[in-house]
């Protein structure tokens, strides 16, 4: 008789509420062991205890995704804890900007600070992990997204900084993927849509159906779509 396969790791960046959180309750509900990554250790930690009380197998981990150490420390961390990690979800993201900021009058320091975290922050991260899955030959990344990062369906001028950011990590996602074809490793973006949480509080689609595409992405068989953009599990137009 074989024992049990041990758990995949999954770490879930910005988990600590809202989506993020949701996200790795789903994942542990499938089987996962969840890392749920937070900038501050006492936020993280809570969000664990919250999925440990439902049952969940979860631990914290102190990460902070504008910070390229406190990135690759906690990585480093994680994978000599835990063994490996196995999925990774780049959740963690900010939006700074609305209708009273034109792209013919940038406030470029809001750009600075979105392509930091909604960007370079999952680019990092990315780095710190693909190592691991490439050992493991498996892994999957999802790339949190937005619709308003779609070229085709954009036809306003709102929030530059914002779709500006989406857009080069739609592209990073293609360009990872193509990196990694054959190993065993899927990347994807995913749009969880117009969701409520505490950056969108005026939003009616619940946190659970936001996640919902995230999660499968992340669950993929080894025959899954790799390099893709994703909402409702169908392909958005670029």
């Known amino acids: 008789m074989t024992g049990r396969q041990p758990k995949r790791v999954a770490l879930v960046t910005g988990a600590n509420r809202g989506l993020g959180l949701e996200i790795a309750r789903q994942l542990a509900e499938r089987g996962h062991h969840v890392l749920m990554g937070a900038r501050t250790r006492d936020s993280g930690e809570q969000a664990a205890q919250h999925l440990r009380d439902l049952g969940c197998s979860a631990a914290a981990v102190k990460l902070d995704v504008t910070d390229g150490r406190s990135i690759r420390d906690a990585m480093s961390t994680a994978i ?6 196995e999925v990774l979800v780049n959740n963690a993201g900010i939006a700074l900007d609305g209708p009273d900021h034109r792209p013919s009058d940038p406030r470029f320091e809001t ?5 930091e975290t909604n960007l370079f922050g999952a680019w990092e991260c990315v780095r710190a992990v693909l190592p691991s899955m490439r050992t493991q030959g498996y892994g999957r990344i999802v790339n949190m997204s937005s619709n308003m990062a779609s070229l085709t369906l954009t036809e306003d001028d709102e929030s530059p900084a914002y779709r500006i950011s989406k857009a080069a990590l739609n592209m990073l996602t293609v360009l990872l993927a193509a990196e990694v074809r054959g190993e065993g ?6 749009s969880p ?4 949480t505490d950056m969108s509080p005026k939003a009616t689609r619940t946190v659970e159906r936001g996640a919902d595409t995230p999660v499968w992405l992340a669950t993929l068989p080894p025959d899954g779509p790799s390099g893709g953009y994703f909402y409702e599990r169908n392909q958005l137009p670029w």
């Open 80 to 85: 000599q804890e835990h063994g490996s990690i």
């Open 111 to 115: 750009v600075r600070t979105s392509l």
């Open 185 to 190: 490793i899927l990347v994807n973006a995913a």
């Open 193 to 196: 849509g117009y969701t409520r």
